[in-house]
């Protein structure tokens, strides 16, 4: 009777350590889910955060990528159109001046030449050796084709010369620079016409003052613009201009 009252007694004993030992393992896999499921919420939202930023990165990195591939598209279109302007203006100016009436005299291309009366004209002059348009110049230049507007019918007769200095040949080609800086400028500024160019070059042949000066010198580095007209409105009175300091 004991020797069951003490089985009973051991298997209640043992019953009661597994009751604890499963009560303690429940407790510790609560407290141990409890302490754990807020740092596995916020390491997903780590997680999420970071995976966003990386695609927001991406995106961004793409939006740049393709502005920096329109600019350069851009850039690269603006320079190509650039340079055509830059072909078309250097062919329309080679074509004008192709189109310019070079000569020897005035009288030799222009019929009835007697029928035209001179209306204005305008001298300019340029420095040693040069033949680029001054500040000057263009002034004068431009005093000078305000008259162009008012006469229907006329012609321009520019004359390029030097100073006696240097080869005669080499003049001649300089007389001809000079005329064509001025030709080019009224043409491009005022719209007028190749047509009515006549360009004479004449290098040292014809002074207008004597070269034994400075000041005589720096008179024959010009080039004179004639403006000429076959219509009634040649009737008024010449009118001339000049740039009076020499270059």
């Given at each position: 009777m004991k020797a069951d009252i003490f089985r009973s007694l051991r298997a209640f004993s043992a019953l009661g350590a597994v009751s604890m030992l499963l009560?303690?393992?429940?407790?510790?896999?609560?407290?141990?889910?409890?302490?754990?499921?807020?740092?596995?919420?916020?390491?997903?939202?780590?997680?999420?955060?970071?995976?966003?930023n990386n695609r927001n990165i991406k995106d961004v990195d793409q939006r740049a990528q393709q502005g920096i591939t329109q600019a350069q598209s851009s850039a690269e279109t603006a320079g190509q159109k650039a340079t055509q302007a830059g072909q078309s203006a250097t062919q329309a100016q080679s074509s004008a001046q192709e189109a310019v009436t070079r000569a020897d005299s005035l009288a030799s291309v222009v019929k009835n030449l007697d029928n035209y009366k001179?209306?204005?004209?305008?001298?300019?002059?340029?420095?040693?050796?040069?033949?680029?348009?001054?500040?000057?110049?263009?002034?004068?230049?431009?005093?000078?084709?305000?008259?162009?507007?008012?006469?229907?019918s006329y012609i321009l007769e520019v004359t390029g010369g030097t100073d006696s200095t240097g080869d005669a040949?080499?003049?001649y080609g300089l007389s001809q620079r000079r005329a064509d800086a001025v030709v080019q400028y009224l043409?491009?500024?005022?719209?007028?016409?190749?047509?009515?160019?006549?360009?004479?070059?004449?290098?040292?042949?014809?002074?207008?003052?004597?070269?034994?000066?400075?000041?005589?010198?720096?008179?024959?580095?010009?080039?004179?613009?004639?403006?000429?007209?076959?219509?009634?409105?040649?009737?008024?009175?010449?009118?001339?201009?000049?740039?009076?300091?020499?270059?």
């Open positions: 009560v303690t393992g429940c407790s510790t896999k609560n407290y141990v889910r409890k302490q754990t499921t807020p740092i596995i919420q916020h390491t997903n939202e780590l997680d999420d955060a970071t995976a966003k001179s209306i204005s004209d305008v001298s300019v002059t340029f420095g040693f050796d040069k033949a680029v348009l001054t500040k000057a110049d263009k002034a004068e230049l431009d005093k000078f084709a305000t008259r162009l507007g008012d006469v229907k040949q080499y003049n043409a491009a500024t005022y719209n007028v016409a190749p047509h009515r160019f006549y360009l004479i070059g004449i290098g040292k042949d014809q002074e207008v003052a004597p070269n034994t000066t400075a000041a005589g010198r720096a008179k024959n580095r010009r080039v004179l613009v004639q403006l000429l007209s076959n219509t009634a409105d040649a009737s008024a009175a010449p009118q001339t201009g000049s740039v009076s300091q020499p270059k």
